[in-house]
């Protein structure tokens, strides 16, 4: 269910990135466009730690 929410990150990142308006540097169309991207490796990475075992029960109070 988790992963149902990666298209959606990385499509309003891309969303983001198109509809700058052309005079915009692309360095600052990657910048604001990087939240979806970011969230999705964080995500990923969430998903990886809880699946491989390398995860505390004493680490679930911080997400509580």
Do not use: C, K
């Amino acid at each position: 269910m988790e992963l149902l929410w990666l298209p959606l990150m990385l499509l309003t990142s891309y969303w983001y990135f198109q509809s700058a308006s052309a005079g915009t540097s692309l360095p600052l169309r990657l910048l604001v466009s990087a939240h979806g991207l970011v969230a999705a490796l964080l995500l990923i990475g969430a998903l990886l730690a809880g699946f491989s075992g390398w995860h505390r029960d004493a680490h679930v109070a911080v997400f509580l």
